[in-house]
């Protein structure tokens, strides 16, 4: 298998939280993908475009033993979990399995707001709109008062607490890359005033799903060469099919 993703290691991937768990890591390549540098340079054109195997162009993008193409980390998450040799993420349906996509949809949600508010922080000062932080931030609240609650008493692990892992983390990683860009609450720390999401939030960055990736430099080949032959070999494959 290839998993072609951005290997920004400063946030919790959760594609590769779920890799890990289903014991797939050592079954995987994993191909390092830029698309904000495809066009860097007049001369350089799209040298880490996905466009031949996802028409949106967009990581994560996996493509299994198969030769099959499957785009967008859910689907992504639900086909390792069903491959797994080892830990399931995903309950089996009933409550468990509700409560668990329930939470992963609330941290999903979570994660696409607050990238939503980092791009509008990279807009020249004069050009950013307050209110999507306006809109946005009573929304973030009310999910970690929500997280505080839950984390008194929070047991277990399943893609729910993956997604939330993801959406905490790159609220960390964004705060402190995109320094003070928010306008209404630069380099935001979720863990203040809330102990028990903290005290889960450092306790699960021990798990060697989150140690195996958080936090460390990526160390294999990240070059658009590498790039080009996997994806060389994956639209070869699938021509042949």
Request: proline residues 7%; aromatic residues 14%.
């Amino acid at each position: 298998m290839k998993l072609f993703y951005s290997p920004f290691h400063g946030f919790i991937h959760k594609a590769l939280v779920t890799t890990h768990e289903a014991g797939l890591w050592d079954a995987m390549t994993f191909v390092p993908t830029y698309p904000f540098r495809n066009r860097e340079g007049v001369d350089q054109g799209d040298r880490y475009s996905l466009v031949a195997i996802n028409p949106l162009d967009k990581v994560p993008t996996l493509v299994t033993d198969d030769w099959d193409v499957i785009y967008g980390s859910e689907p992504i998450c639900q086909y390792l979990d069903s491959q797994s040799r080892a830990n399931r993420l995903y309950p089996e349906p009933g409550p468990a399995r509700w409560d668990a996509l329930r939470r992963h949809d609330r941290a999903q949600t979570y994660f696409e707001n607050t990238v939503m508010m980092n791009m509008e922080g990279w807009r020249p000062e004069d050009e950013r709109h307050l209110d999507v932080f306006e809109w946005i931030w009573p929304k973030l609240h009310r999910v970690l008062d929500e997280l505080e609650e839950e984390c008194a008493t929070e047991q277990g692990f399943d893609i729910g607490h993956a997604a939330t892992l993801h959406a905490l983390s790159y609220m960390d990683f964004g705060s402190k890359f995109y320094e003070a860009v928010d306008p209404l609450h630069p380099r935001y720390d979720f863990r203040k005033e809330r102990p028990n999401l903290a005290a889960w939030y450092e306790a699960q960055l021990e798990r060697p799903s989150v140690a195996s990736h958080f936090g460390r430099d990526y160390e294999g080949d990240d070059s658009p060469e590498f790039f080009a032959r996997q994806l060389a070999e994956v639209v070869a494959a699938r021509g042949k099919r």
